[in-house]
């Protein structure tokens, strides 16, 4: 189960700076896209937005053609930036929380066949994300890779429709990367989950995802840096093998300067410009013309 996204003209601002502007996206359900760009452009924000946490101060974003209700839902798991495990529970107990928090919302205790159920449950998501043997630790106990496989697990249990991810691997070492990134591709192949991830390693957005999104401004006024908001200023489809073949040698580029200019390398390889005609030398100057 998955949910396509639209986002028409959204802005957010926060006091008097403008974060996000002028945003328009429309996303496939079964997408997975990936956000790349600058520190405090706003990635975070949309996200935030996306889980209902955040309302757009203009535009709207909808949900299989639907509002965000204006609080978090289990159709929409989050992964933050920073962890949001409680340090005194038990791996398992972290992970059976929430469920029983939701079960007894209903029922007032959970008892008897529902905890039996929730702990089938979270026995089965520890197993997949390869948590069985810590899940009498407490997250303190757990190295890196294991706090964030323990984060991504919370919100997994909770079967979303959309996962959000922000920067879900940011501290760890490549290889536990490599294992996570695999995790992650099964359980998306698996669930058919729209997922957004938020990461700055450009490489990880070209590795995984389907879409790749840049979030950058188009404005920019010097005396007031925070007059305008970002946009979406690159949308590259990877949704081909293929593509992502022929987009190898300009990666390099990217992974080389993370720039905006590196992007358009890779856009030009992704989309490559029609033929035209090739310029006349001029005579005079003795050749070396610019194109047109
Ligand atoms: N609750 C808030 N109140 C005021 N300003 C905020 C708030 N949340 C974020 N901001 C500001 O909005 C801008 C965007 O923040 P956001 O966290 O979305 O950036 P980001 O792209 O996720 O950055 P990073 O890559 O560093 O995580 C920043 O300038 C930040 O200071
Ligand atoms: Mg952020």
Not at 45 to 65: A, K, N, S, W
Request: glycine share 8%; hydrophobic share 40%.
């Amino acid at each position: 189960m998955s949910s396509g996204v639209t986002v028409r003209g959204v802005r957010k601002d926060y006091g008097d700076a403008v974060v996000i502007e002028r945003l328009n996206l429309e996303v496939a359900p079964g997408s997975f896209c990936a956000i790349v760009g600058a520190s405090g452009c706003g990635k975070s924000t949309f996200l935030r937005m996306l889980v209902g946490q955040e309302q757009p101060d203009q535009g709207e974003i909808l949900i299989d053609g639907e509002p965000i209700p204006p609080e978090p839902s289990p159709a929409r798991g989050i992964v933050f930036q920073r962890y949001s495990v409680f340090p005194h529970l038990t791996v398992t107990q972290n992970l059976m929380l929430p469920a029983e928090l939701r079960a007894s919302k209903f029922f007032g205790r959970v008892l008897g066949p529902s905890r039996r159920k929730i702990r089938d449950s979270v026995a089965d998501t520890l197993k997949s994300i390869g948590l069985w043997e810590a899940r009498d630790r407490c997250p303190l106990q757990l190295s890196g890779g294991m706090q964030q496989r323990l984060a991504i697990a919370q919100a997994l249990l909770m079967r979303p429709k959309i996962l959000l991810l922000d920067e879900p691997f940011g501290a760890l070492d490549p290889g536990i990367r490599g294992d996570m990134h695999a995790i992650l591709l099964r359980l998306w192949r698996e669930t058919r989950m729209t997922i957004f991830m938020v990461t700055h390693d450009i490489a990880e957005g070209f590795k995984l995802a389907t879409r790749l999104l840049v979030f950058d401004k188009v404005r920019h006024d010097p005396d007031f840096p925070s007059a305008y908001g970002s946009t979406v200023t690159y949308d590259l489809p990877l949704d081909r093998a293929q593509r992502r073949a022929e987009t190898a040698a300009a990666l390099a580029a990217v992974e080389a300067s993370r720039s905006a200019a590196a992007l358009a390398v890779v856009r030009a390889s992704l989309n490559p410009p029609p033929a035209r005609e090739e310029p006349v030398p001029d005579p005079v100057q003795g050749g070396n013309p610019q194109a047109v």
